[in-house]
């Protein structure tokens, strides 16, 4: 006769083909590096930060440092190769380009002070950006505005609609080398092809570069030409200087596309900040009629309750 416990020992071993201890299995990660507890993994803590990334400053503050850098770099030693052209072959005394000298000397200082200044501006626009984009909401918590943050974000917009109307004159005023170093190399460029034909001598060819009113008329010698001419623009000076200056009028055309870019980046953060402190009033409003709805019906709770 089977006793019960036999049965039971005998059910057991049926289910259980080995009397070896349990082993407890891997249990797979949850997916997205979540915990259990709700903790997020690096990889989501990764995303979530580049979210909170204002690209759009990042590629205008990066547009903006390189037009300026090419602008004040190639434009400095461009101008310091111009008056080094202009002492050894249009003006040979001194007191006839002093005033030029002390013009582009006066020009390079302020070049050092563009660079400086648009280092910090650029930095100061894309820590707004970072402040401002929506971003920074999630990563901070609420988003709260206040009447000088608005002011702050219009006064960016303001100083840099007036940094953009500059800049386009100084984009203007930065073409003006280059036109004229192109008309002295396309005039070298002339006199090279009339070197065979005999009928047009290339002496009568000349540039006179008191004409553009950089130095005075009765500068000597004044203009170039024929062969002393073409010996200019052979000049390793020469060639320097004009692709130095064409380098920094491109400069300052990307300078002026960061600033149109800022502008437009400035003026939509501040739309938005417009914006949510409307929504912030509005959440402020709701919030104080729930409260006082909340009191009413806890008042009128505690009358009911008093009556019974």
């Not at 894309?126 to 006064?155: D, N, P, Q």
Request: hydrophobic share 45%; net charge neutral; glycine share 8%.
């Amino acid at each position: 006769v089977i006793t019960r416990p036999e049965m039971e020992i005998g059910r057991y071993h049926w289910m259980y083909r080995s009397s070896r201890p349990h082993r407890y299995h891997h249990v797979p990660a949850l997916r997205g590096n979540v915990s259990p507890l709700g903790i997020q993994g690096c990889f989501e803590c990764c995303i979530k930060c580049l979210g909170g990334v204002p690209y759009a400053s990042l590629v205008a503050t990066i547009l903006c440092f390189s037009g300026v850098a090419l602008f004040c770099g190639c434009g400095h030693v461009a101008l310091t190769g111009t008056v080094s052209i202009l002492e050894q072959h249009f003006s040979t005394t001194a007191s006839d380009h002093a005033l030029l000298s002390e013009v582009i000397q006066l020009m390079q200082y302020v070049i050092y002070g563009i660079a400086s200044f648009f280092f910090l501006y650029g930095i100061i626009l894309l820590a707004e950006g970072f402040y401002t984009t929506s971003a920074v909401k999630e990563l901070h918590g609420e988003f709260k505005t206040t009447a000088c943050g608005r002011c702050i974000s219009g006064m960016f917009v303001f100083l840099t609609y007036v940094l953009g109307v500059a800049w386009l004159g100084v984009f203007g005023f930065s073409a003006v080398p280059v036109f004229m170093f192109y008309n002295i190399w396309s005039t070298c460029e002339v006199i090279k092809s009339f070197q065979t034909n005999v009928t047009v001598p290339g002496d009568q060819i000349c540039v006179d570069i008191r004409q553009y009113g950089i130095i005075p008329w009765n500068a000597v010698p004044g203009k170039a030409c024929g062969p002393i001419l073409e010996n200019i623009c052979n000049t390793n000076e020469f060639y320097m200087s004009y692709h130095l200056f064409i380098v920094a009028c491109a400069g300052a055309g990307a300078t002026v596309i960061a600033l149109i870019h800022f502008l437009m980046i400035l003026s939509s953060n501040w739309a938005y900040l417009k914006d949510a402190s409307k929504m912030q009033a509005y959440q402020d409003i709701k919030a104080k009629e729930e409260q006082e709805l909340q009191d009413i019906q806890s008042r009128s709770k505690e009358q009911l309750n008093s009556y019974t």
